[in-house]
């Protein structure tokens, strides 16, 4: 069974950094693209980074681009996102989820986690 728990959200002030953690169990992220999405209260979840494992490839959202790094360890089977720089607008329940495409179209990705709420005050 496929499951992934992200982790590393909560609460920290304008500037600050939060790493965020998506673990996953049940396969291997090594065939898979890894997307970070983030919803934010009273808005539309969007696609804000995503990882390509079979070329490495990677794309970021302008809204995170020169803030954010998404990386991953496949010895951990865990995929990062780095978040430094962070802004109230940053305030968001942010999922990681797992699909076969490179792509912000959330019905590409199978399995979703749980969401884990960051929260930057100003």
């Known amino acids: 069974q496929v499951q992934l728990v992200e982790s590393g959200g909560g609460l920290v002030r304008s500037g600050g950094s939060l790493r965020l953690s998506c673990a996953a169990s049940g396969f291997s992220y090594g065939n898979h693209v890894t997307g970070w999405f983030r919803q934010a209260p009273g808005k539309e979840r969007e696609g804000i980074s995503i990882i390509n494992s079979r070329d490495n490839d990677i794309w970021y959202s302008d809204s995170v681009k020169g803030r954010f790094t998404i990386s991953r360890d496949n010895a951990k089977n865990t995929v990062y996102l780095q978040m430094n720089s962070l802004k109230p607008e940053d305030t968001a329940v942010y999922y990681c989820?797992?699909?076969?495409?490179?792509?912000?179209?959330?019905?590409?990705?199978?399995?979703w986690g749980q969401g884990t709420q960051v929260t930057v005050s100003s």
């Open positions: 989820a797992t699909g076969p495409v490179a792509t912000t179209i959330e019905a590409y990705y199978s399995s």
